[in-house]
């Protein structure tokens, strides 16, 4: 099996390397090609990943070329984990909404808009060559943020597409730890949208241990999670870590105003490893790696390419699929992000328990803003941008969405055909 990496240059990328290495009698794959626009960058990571795989004694090769269709020529399966604008655009989305008193984040509010916008069409026209190229059997495992917004687009426009996010299997690997089990003994109760999900059950061969969990070890989530012990017990659920921007969002704002804003950290991390990578006596995964984000994500990805391709028969995996139902408060061609059966035919969620108030106003508040950032991204013009903005549970007030999409958009306008006259 060949496996295409898009984004391949990323310094994330040994990590994924690293999972199918440690996984070589499960997955058959004899070629990963690594597929990026800046070929040094390109050369460093591949090298790394080629001895990285060459330690383990598994017998792929790395390949890397910083042509697309090169890349997909013969792919299975097809990786995107691109970040367009790279880490400056992202520390511009997360700084330009605190002049507005709003969360600065790169997956929600007005940054994740932004984000969305530059990338969008960018995946659109990877995932037509991935058609042309790799052909209509082709999978893409969709891993670029937002996720939700970026599997929607590309479900919308018929693609074979499942998105990832690695937020549930940390919170498996977090809670397996705290009950003393292994972790694929544990199957969660994951709902919501990408970044916006709780945990309604935690189920450990078909007992919840949630209750458990909340009066036993709600303080070390609380740590994990960073919003308070005593709000998940009440909520009788564990909200993600992404949902301390909703539930704690002015105190959020209040320390992004004095800490480095987590572009400036990450750019820090990506100098130190690429200096690692480059050292031909590294051999294994760097320490350093854990600090880049995206814990777990190779072994998620491994797994659920493994089920994709058929190698596994159907197994069950939490993923951002069409809702079809799913959670009957949204409409079916809204992206969620909940457990679903996944085999050689795609992925099909399973029954959803019905959503406390708490969680389901949210996320339907979030699922109309994603329906109005998608259409933004495809179509363009300020009006739609401070459109979606309005419709965001972060934003809301109009004189603040109008200042935020002026801004957003003088500050995109180089990704933005339509805005390059504005700015």
């Not at 511009?92 to 605190?98: A, C, K, W």
């Amino acid at each position: 099996m060949k496996l295409t990496v898009v984004g391949g240059g990323s310094t994330y990328t040994p990590e994924l390397v690293d999972g199918i290495a440690g996984r070589r009698t499960s997955l058959a794959v004899d070629e990963i090609a690594l597929v990026d626009p800046n070929a040094e960058r390109l050369a460093v990571v591949g090298a790394f990943a080629q001895r990285l795989l060459r330690h383990a004694g598994h017998d792929a090769r790395v390949t890397t070329t910083t042509d697309l269709d090169a890349g997909l020529d013969g792919a299975t399966a097809v990786l995107l984990q691109l970040r367009v604008g790279g880490q400056a655009a992202r520390a511009s989305d997360e700084t330009f909404p605190l002049a507005c008193d709003c969360v600065g984040q790169e997956t929600t509010g007005a940054g994740g808009l932004a984000k969305a916008l530059r990338t969008v069409p960018v995946v659109l026209d990877i995932a037509e060559r991935v058609r042309a190229v790799a052909g209509e059997d082709a999978w893409i495992v969709n891993f670029t943020n937002p996720v939700g917004i970026v599997t929607r687009a590309l479900l919308q426009a018929g693609h074979r597409a499942v998105g990832l996010c690695n937020v549930a299997i940390t919170f498996q690997r977090w809670t397996s730890a705290l009950l003393g089990v292994e972790p694929d003994a544990v199957r969660l109760e994951h709902v919501g949208l990408n970044h916006l999900t709780w945990e309604t059950g935690v189920f450990v061969h078909g007992r919840d241990r949630l209750p458990e969990l909340l009066d036993r070890h709600a303080e070390a989530l609380a740590g994990h999670i960073g919003l308070p012990a005593e709000l998940m017990r009440r909520l009788r659920m564990v909200p993600s870590y992404y949902l301390k921007y909703f539930y704690d969002h002015d105190d959020v704002v209040r320390r992004q105003r004095t800490e480095p804003p987590r572009a400036e950290v990450v750019a820090g991390v990506e100098e130190e490893l690429l200096a690692l990578y480059r050292d031909v006596d590294v051999v294994t995964k760097p320490r350093q790696l854990d600090q880049r984000g995206g814990a777990y994500y190779s072994e998620a990805a491994v797994e659920l390419v493994h089920a994709l391709t058929g190698g596994q028969g159907a197994s069950q995996h939490v993923v951002n699929v069409r809702n079809g139902g799913a959670l009957p408060f949204l409409p079916d061609d809204a992206v969620v992000e909940v457990p679903a059966v996944v085999d050689g035919g795609g992925a099909k969620p399973l029954p959803v328990p019905p959503v406390p108030p708490t969680a389901s106003g949210l996320i339907a508040h979030v699922t109309a803003y994603e329906h109005l950032a998608l259409d933004a991204a495809l179509r363009g013009g300020r009006d739609r941008v401070a459109d979606a903005l309005l419709a965001h549970p972060l934003v809301g007030q109009h004189a603040v969405a109008e200042r935020l999409a002026d801004e957003l958009v003088a500050r995109n306008a180089d990704f933005l055909p339509w805005a390059r006259g504005r700015a």
